[in-house]
C-alpha cells in the first residue's frame, strides 16, 4: 500500500454550489469552509502530515471586487476564530504565495497564524494564497541568481515556496474540471491527479476516503516499471 505523506487539493466549484443552493456565488463559498473543516479533521484521523490547499490563485484577481473581497473576509474571520483550535490540535499553518499583494493587516494576521503555530508537528496546512505556480518558478529563478548559484533541479526545488515540503502523493481537483490552474506545476510532477464530480461544498470526508483508499492500491513507477 503506497503511504501518504502529503496531500494537495484545489477547492473547486463554491460559486456554482451556492448559485443553484443559495442563490449567490459568496454563500457557496462560506459552504465551502464546512467541508474545509471536516477535510481537515479526515486528514487528521487518517494520519497525514501535510494538506495544500489552493485558496486563492495569481488569477482570481481577474474576479469581481466583491467576491475578492467576500474571500478575503472569510479568510480572515477562519483564522480569527481557528487558530486556538489549529494549536490545540498541534496543527501547522505555513502560507505559500506571494504575500505582498496583501494589506499590511492581512500580512500581519497571516505572520501572527504562522509564528503562533510554527512548533506544531503533527499536521502542516499549506494555504496557497495568491498563489501561482508561474510567479512562483519565476520568483525561484531570481533567488537562484541573485545568490548566483547554478540552476539545477534540487536549487529550484529547495527556493520554492515549498521548500523542506514533499512532493504530493496525490492531488483532488473537486468541481468536475479537469485542468491544474496553475497550482504546483513543479511540484506535481509524479503525482497521482484526482478529479471529482462533486462541487466542493458536496464533498464529504467520505469521498475523501475513497480516493484515499484508491490511492494506496496504486502502482506508482516514477518511471520504472
Ligand atoms: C473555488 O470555487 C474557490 C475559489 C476560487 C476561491 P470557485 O469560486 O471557483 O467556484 P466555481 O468553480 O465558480 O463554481
Ligand atoms: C482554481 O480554481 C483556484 C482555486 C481553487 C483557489 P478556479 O476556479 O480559479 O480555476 P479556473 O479559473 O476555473 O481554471
Ligand atoms: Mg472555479
Same mark, same amino acid.
Given at each position: 500500500?503506497?503511504?501518504?505523506?502529503?496531500?494537495?487539493? #484545489?477547492?473547486?466549484?463554491?460559486?456554482?454550489?451556492?448559485?443553484?443552493?443559495?442563490?449567490?456565488?459568496?454563500?457557496?463559498?462560506?459552504?465551502?469552509?464546512?467541508?474545509?473543516?471536516?477535510?481537515?479533521?479526515?486528514?487528521?484521523?487518517?494520519?497525514?502530515?501535510?494538506?495544500?490547499?489552493?485558496?486563492?490563485?495569481?488569477?482570481?484577481?481577474?474576479?469581481?471586487?466583491? @467576491? #475578492?473581497?467576500?474571500?478575503?473576509?472569510?479568510? @480572515?474571520?477562519?483564522?480569527?476564530?481557528?487558530?486556538?483550535?489549529?494549536?490545540?490540535?498541534? #496543527?501547522?499553518?505555513?502560507?505559500?504565495?506571494?504575500?505582498?499583494?496583501?494589506?499590511?493587516?492581512?500580512?500581519?494576521?497571516?505572520?501572527?497564524?504562522?509564528?503562533?503555530?510554527?512548533?506544531?508537528?503533527?499536521?502542516?496546512?499549506?494555504?496557497?494564497?495568491?498563489?501561482?505556480?508561474?510567479?512562483?518558478?519565476?520568483?525561484?529563478?531570481?533567488?537562484?541568481?541573485?545568490?548566483?548559484?547554478? #540552476?539545477?533541479?534540487?536549487?529550484?526545488?529547495?527556493?520554492?515556496?515549498?521548500?523542506?515540503?514533499?512532493?504530493?502523493?496525490?492531488?483532488?481537483?473537486?468541481?468536475?474540471?479537469?485542468?491544474?490552474?496553475?497550482?504546483?506545476?513543479?511540484?506535481?510532477?509524479?503525482?497521482?491527479?484526482?478529479?471529482?464530480?462533486?462541487?466542493?461544498?458536496?464533498?464529504?470526508?467520505?469521498?475523501?476516503?475513497?480516493?484515499?483508499?484508491?490511492?494506496?492500491?496504486?502502482?506508482?513507477?516514477?518511471?520504472?516499471?
Amino acid at each position: 500500500m503506497n503511504p501518504i505523506k502529503h496531500v494537495a487539493i #484545489i477547492m473547486d466549484g463554491n460559486g456554482r454550489w451556492g448559485i443553484k443552493n443559495k442563490g449567490t456565488r459568496n454563500l457557496g463559498h462560506r459552504a465551502g469552509l464546512n467541508t474545509l473543516e471536516s477535510i481537515i479533521k479526515e486528514t487528521l484521523n487518517q494520519k497525514i502530515k501535510y494538506l495544500t490547499l489552493y485558496t486563492f490563485s495569481t488569477e482570481n484577481w481577474k474576479r469581481p471586487k466583491k @467576491e #475578492i473581497s467576500f474571500l478575503f473576509t472569510l479568510l @480572515e474571520n477562519f483564522l480569527q476564530k481557528k487558530i486556538n483550535s489549529l494549536v490545540k490540535n498541534k #496543527i501547522r499553518l505555513n502560507i505559500i504565495g506571494n504575500k505582498k499583494k496583501f494589506s499590511a493587516q492581512l500580512q500581519k494576521l497571516l505572520s501572527d497564524s504562522e509564528k503562533k503555530t510554527n512548533k506544531n508537528k503533527k499536521l502542516q496546512i499549506n494555504l496557497a494564497l495568491n498563489y501561482g505556480s508561474k510567479e512562483e518558478i519565476l520568483n525561484t529563478l531570481r533567488i537562484i541568481i541573485k545568490k548566483k548559484h547554478k #540552476i539545477t533541479e534540487k536549487n529550484i526545488t529547495e527556493n520554492l515556496y515549498t521548500k523542506n515540503i514533499p512532493n504530493p502523493d496525490l492531488l483532488i481537483r473537486t468541481g468536475n474540471t479537469h485542468r491544474l490552474s496553475n497550482f504546483l506545476l513543479w511540484q506535481i510532477a509524479y503525482t497521482e491527479i484526482f478529479f471529482e464530480k462533486k462541487l466542493w461544498p458536496d464533498f464529504k470526508d467520505k469521498d475523501y476516503r475513497k480516493i484515499l483508499n484508491k490511492f494506496r492500491l496504486l502502482k506508482r513507477n516514477f518511471g520504472a516499471i
